[in-house]
């Protein structure tokens, strides 16, 4: 029996982990899998070595109060990998507290697997160094990333985004604008102005002003944003009170793909998003505002080389969609580039074609590919 140690510390990683668990049962029912995982891992038989819900909120405001609890989680983790004799580590995301656990399993060569690539392309590129010592494969979501570990000689398999694989090639606006009591005739943008509150705080008000000077150009259009939580929604509602009482909007937490789904354009701040905005084949703007001494700082310690932000054009390694970023970002230039969509329908039409390319090379059964990679490195037979 094959005894794999997964550790995944975020919802997403839970979502990740989950359907990799599926495709490896599917292929060797007997493999016990232990670790650290959320409720969808559970849900498919994973054996908790440690609480998820102690380990799964901690950003970086938060990393120094918890300190000694994350410290003590990955000494406890370790001993139980190999008490338990684990054949295997996987390690998803989380990089900072998974590269512990790979290196010191390494040592004892067992064998290191890291699921979904750190941003080493972008900043901090010297971890790679790190990575190509202690992890055996590392398994990314996109085919840029592979081609910079192989650069470095990283052993490395690109195996697709879950993702691209959820949503469909071609989706239909009219379900989504029906469950969202839409006209069908509506000129619909999807709007995100972040993730985080300090996202929120900067980008809510010129993302909305925004709007407001698309609808000032053509009463036909209508607006949906979306936010994460409940929290983060109150809070662009009191930033936003006085623009939403002059705009057609609807506010709502959660359902970002339905709001995709439901639009013709959006405006997003980088990040996840914009990936679901490309497979769901949507003209969009992408913008960002941080605060000037952490723009400043970023500024500082990103790649020199990198030309993007924005998962489309890195994907593409070109501009596709335009970035408009810090002190460029203002709402006459955010909402010149929405409406260059509107006014030249050809627009659209030739970067959907790029998104349906890209859509087709991250759409590889991601899941399956990545378990039928673990075992080949296990020596299994697929």
């Known amino acids: ?66 300190l000694p609890t994350l410290l003590s989680a990955r000494r406890y983790l370790l001993a139980q990998f190999i008490r338990e004799k684990v054949d295997a580590f996987i390690g998803i995301d989380a990089p900072d507290f998974n590269s512990y656990l790979e290196e010191r399993l390494h040592r004892k060569f067992i064998h290191t697997i890291h699921y979904v690539s750190p941003s080493v392309w972008a900043w901090r590129s010297g971890r790679v160094h790190r990575i190509k010592r202690d992890v055996d494969l590392l398994l990314t979501l996109f085919p840029f990333e592979a ?108 359902n970002s793909q339905q709001a995709l789904a439901a639009a013709e354009a959006a405006l997003v701040k980088s990040g996840t998003v914009t990936l679901e905005a490309l497979l769901y084949k949507k003209p969009m703007v992408i913008g960002f505002i941080g605060s000037p001494l952490s723009f400043w700082i970023a500024r500082r310690l990103v790649n020199k080389n990198l030309k993007y932000i924005g998962l489309p054009n890195l994907l593409a390694d070109k501009s596709l969609v335009p970035e408009i970023l810090q002190e460029a970002a203002k709402p006459a230039a955010l909402a010149k580039a929405l409406l260059a969509y509107f006014i030249d329908p050809q627009k659209s039409l030739a970067l959907k074609a790029e998104y349906e390319r890209i859509h087709q090379q991250l759409r590889l059964n991601a899941s399956n590919t990545a378990a039928q990679a673990v075992l080949a490195l296990l020596g299994e037979n697929c």
Request: hydrophobic fraction near 50%; aromatic fraction near 8%; glycine fraction near 6%.
């Open 1 to 66: 029996m094959l005894t794999i140690g997964i550790v995944a510390l975020e919802p997403s990683a839970d979502i990740l982990g989950a359907d990799l668990m599926q495709a490896l049962l599917s292929i060797r029912p007997d493999i016990q899998l232990i670790g650290v995982g959320g409720p969808r891992m559970a849900s498919v038989g994973f054996r908790s070595l440690y609480s998820f819900s102690a380990l799964s909120h901690m950003g970086f405001v938060e990393v120094l109060k918890h």
């Open 147 to 254: 081609k910079f570990y192989e650069a470095h000689q990283v052993p490395v398999k690109f195996v697709g985004h879950p993702l691209a694989d959820m949503i469909d090639l071609e989706t239909s606006a009219d379900n989504a604008r029906a469950a969202l009591e839409m006209r069908p005739d509506a000129k619909i943008i999807a709007v995100f102005p972040g993730s985080r509150s300090a996202e929120v705080k900067y980008m809510s008000r010129v993302f909305l002003e925004a709007a407001r000077l698309c609808y000032e150009q053509d009463a036909n259009f209508y607006f949906i944003v979306t936010l994460p939580n409940e929290a983060l929604k109150q809070q662009f509602l009191v930033q936003c009170e006085d623009l939403i009482s002059h705009l057609p909007i609807k506010v709502q937490v959660g």
